[in-house]
């Protein structure tokens, strides 16, 4: 059983830009949920996609997008990047919606907006 | 809205020693609560978990027990390790729309 990757590793920006980061779940679950962690603070939940469609959102502005394809693999895209964009982006995939659900997170996604 | 509180680090404790990190919720209705734990430049890796009251999540030594009296998770263990200096997130899932996560406390644990 693999677990979830994300890519590329580390990203530098250049503030304007577009990016996209990419995640792949653990096999078996179907909810991807994509998060941004700022330097020495805790993960902020950017949204949720269950079976493709967005389940929930976080206090994150529309230039923040995101797919869930029929593998449940996902993508985030930021467009027009800003200086605080500046974080670890981690993807945690679960078994399914729901508290009892544990979700499993990625190494993350270092991006750099200069 | 859902929040979660934690206490602040850094906290730096002797190896052996006893510890505590406390976390407090304000959340509506039931929900799940979760330590996950983030070595250096890694992502997060869960550390226990509780879905009901009462309930006392454990793993590796670490205790925590799901308090709605007093709408808090404290993380315990009896005996902490070098292995154990790390950054330690209070977090609660309520019925899967949305994972708030606490600030943070760094754990550092001297030889």
């Known amino acids: 059983e693999t677990g979830v990757t994300q890519s590329p590793t580390h990203l530098i920006k250049t503030r304007g830009q577009q990016v996209t980061l990419r995640c792949s779940s653990q096999?078996?679950?179907?909810?991807v949920s994509w998060y941004q962690q700022a330097l020495g603070q805790g993960p902020q939940f950017i949204f949720q996609?269950?079976?493709?469609?967005?389940?929930g959102r976080g206090n994150f502005p529309p230039r923040f997008s995101g797919l869930q394809f029929p593998n449940y693999s996902s993508e985030l895209n930021v467009n027009a990047l800003e200086l605080d964009d500046s974080a670890l982006y981690l993807c945690?995939?679960?078994?399914?919606?729901?508290?009892?659900?544990?979700?499993?997170f990625g190494p993350g996604t270092r991006l750099t907006v200069t | 809205g859902n929040s979660v509180t934690q206490m602040e680090g850094p906290v730096t404790l002797s190896e052996e020693a006893f510890l505590t990190i406390n976390c407090t919720y304000t959340?509506?209705?039931?929900?799940?609560l979760f330590w996950y734990v983030q070595y250096p430049g890694e992502g997060l890796q869960l550390l226990l978990k509780?879905?009901?009251?009462?309930d006392k999540g454990s793993n590796k030594g670490f205790e925590a027990t799901y308090r709605k009296e007093t709408t808090s998770f404290h993380l315990e263990k009896g005996s902490v390790q070098v292995s154990d200096s790390a950054v330690y997130f209070c977090?609660?899932?309520?019925?899967?729309?949305?994972?708030?996560f606490g600030p943070g406390t760094r754990l550092s644990v001297l030889p």
């Open positions: 945690a995939s679960s078994l399914s919606l729901g508290g009892t659900y544990e979700q499993y």
């Open positions: 096999s078996g679950h179907n909810t």
């Open positions: 996609y269950y079976r493709e469609e967005e389940n």
């Open positions: 959340a509506t209705g039931y929900p799940s």
């Open positions: 509780a879905t009901k009251a009462d």
């Open positions: 977090a609660l899932d309520n019925y899967g729309q949305n994972f708030v």
